[in-house]
């Protein structure tokens, strides 16, 4: 009987994503492509997960408690800053402290931008491509503080400098995915990507680039921004110099609630 119930609940799983997928690609044109690449690209630089190719379990998908926690954490920021009527504002949801992964388990967190209706999901999985969990949030897409048109460099000689904003500072993207870097020795760590962009950079060719205490971003078109960071210049197509963002985190200035 419990098998037939766990069977049951994987086959509903499994549909509920088909028809996700197939929304995307109905309504979003060939985002359906990006989402095959992103999962391509979790492949090839983090842990063997694809989304929809593997089994899912109804009943025993799980990733550690301290990710639970912080998951609900960053679920729970991004819907106060939604809520509230500012822009270009910051807030937090704590970061992930300890690593997303080691040698035996990891979580994979995929961030993509949905046209039609407008909307960001993140996917969040375990290090076998189980769903953990589908978290929606209407009317706002993903971006980042880093690019080659000077995005970083702008918002910290505002944000940081305090001098006059000039745009563009920051770049909407179609999609992230955020995971543990265990390839580069030295650069072990939780690694942010962004889709479509080459892999020789920005951000795609830093390791160990999300070491931002979970600082957030709304920008004027109510989209929410990550920080990939670098280890040295205070900004550059990479991001924002991690301790900079730190720094600015620790003000608590320009809040968005």
Known sequence: MNMAWNKMGTIMI???VMIILASIYFFNGGMFDNVKDIVEDIKEN???ISVGMNELNA????IPNEQVAEVSALKSAIESMLASNKTNCFGSFGGFER???NSDKSTVINIYYNNDPQAMKIVISNQNGQLYKILNFPNTRPCVV???SNEAKNFYAHYIDGAQL???YSSTVQGLTIFYQKEWTSYNGNTIRVFGWPEDGPVNDEGNNLDNNGLLFKGEGNEICFF???KE???DDDGIESDSVKELKKRGTNLCS
């Open 14 to 16: 499994a549909i509920i």
């Open 46 to 48: 983090a842990i063997d």
């Open 59 to 62: 009943s025993g998908v799980a």
């Open 99 to 101: 690593e997303l992964g």
């Open 146 to 148: 880093a690019g080659r």
């Open 166 to 168: 000039v745009s563009p």
């Open 228 to 230: 990939p960071t670098n």
């Open 233 to 235: 210049i205070d900004a």
